[in-house]
């Protein structure tokens, strides 16, 4: 299946219960309303396998603060679709906007995963402020 063959549902209150499971870290007691999010979520026949959730912060930098897919299901292209669908959603509201992406090592039960995934993606990793942290600053 390629990246083009998932499907990709922008998320609203009703959909959030189905792929709350999907989202890393404590982003699910964050997520108080769909409106100051941008969450998206993706299905391979019928099954929610991924999810992808991010926000504007005041000085305008938008930050992906979770981004997961099974990992069954990696590799396939659907960490790719959410993150591309997050960067096109970005780039329609402000052409220029920077993204940040960043994580700790603890925080992740699998941040290797999560750090080949930027890495193949081609966006590289800004310095860290301490050990076991990535950041990736990219222009959407």
Do not use: W
């Not at 769909?34 to 026949?45: E, V």
């Not at 220029?96 to 994580?103: C, E, P, S, T, V």
């Amino acid at each position: 299946m390629t990246e083009k063959e998932y499907e990709i549902i922008p998320l609203t209150i009703k959909e959030l219960k189905e792929f709350s499971g999907l989202f890393t870290g404590n982003i699910n007691k964050k997520i108080t309303g769909a409106g100051q999010y941008i969450l998206l979520g993706t299905r391979k026949d019928g099954r929610s396998i991924g999810a992808i959730a991010g926000t504007r912060s005041e000085n305008g930098m938008y930050s992906i603060e979770s981004l997961y897919v099974e990992p069954d299901e990696r590799g396939m292209g659907a960490g790719t679709a959410l993150f591309e669908e997050f960067r096109s959603i970005v780039r329609d509201v402000d052409p220029k906007a920077l993204i940040h992406a960043g994580f700790r090592d603890d925080e992740y039960g699998d941040a290797e995963s999560l750090l080949n995934f930027f890495n193949a993606m081609g966006l590289p990793e800004s310095d860290a402020m301490a050990e076991g942290e990535h950041h990736f600053v990219f222009r959407c």
